[in-house]
């Protein structure tokens, strides 16, 4: 995939507070690849959010988190597409999915927004669904317990255990999408 650069975006909500719930999981698996670049993170003040220009695979990447919280994270990837003149065609969105168990990774082009906040307002903000997802999931909360309530809670002790490998595992996938392309990252990814 040779386009001249891409916008690679982490959904979170900001603050301590919600640092390790399962909404932000998109910014630790952003957090992750910012690590493995070295790269220090900067305020985007235009876009109001937090990014590292970089090199993945000699590939111009833009990683980025919204300052902003989930229900608003268009205005802030509208805003960095403008910026850095990137097509959302040449934009993957990491966030969480609750309609996959915790840990399962679906690599996606396009879609709907099946609830997601942040994804709506991504969509409401570009006028369409048309980049890249990478889907971490979450699962189903427990019981009774609303799905909001669920996302915006820490992981289990459980899953707390496994994030990290989780994390890495989803930060080497944005990669093979850069590198490889969606039909090959699906392949090795889609569980």
Request: proline share 5%.
């Amino acid at each position: 995939m040779a386009d001249d650069v891409w916008l690679v975006v982490g959904l979170g909500n900001p603050g301590p507070s919600y640092a390790k719930t399962r909404h932000n999981v998109g910014q630790m698996v952003a957090d992750e690849l910012g690590a493995r670049v070295g790269g220090g993170w900067k305020q985007h003040k235009q876009a109001k959010a937090e990014v590292v220009e970089t090199r993945i695979s000699g590939i111009r990447t833009i990683l980025a988190k919204p300052r902003s919280y989930m229900n608003e994270s268009g205005g802030p990837v509208s805003g960095l597409l403008k910026f850095f003149k990137v097509e959302p065609a040449s934009l993957v969105v990491i966030h969480d999915e609750l309609d996959i168990d915790f840990g399962v990774l679906r690599a996606k082009f396009g879609g709907g927004d099946n609830g997601h906040n942040g994804l709506k307002s991504i969509r409401k903000s570009l006028g369409g669904g048309d980049y890249y997802r990478i889907r971490f999931g979450v699962g189903r909360p427990p019981g009774r317990q609303s799905p909001a309530d669920f996302v915006l809670n820490e992981f289990s002790s459980t899953e707390r255990k496994d994030l990290p490998f989780a994390v890495d595992r989803t930060a080497d996938a944005v990669e093979s999408l850069l590198t490889d392309g969606l039909e090959v990252t699906q392949g090795k990814y889609n569980s």
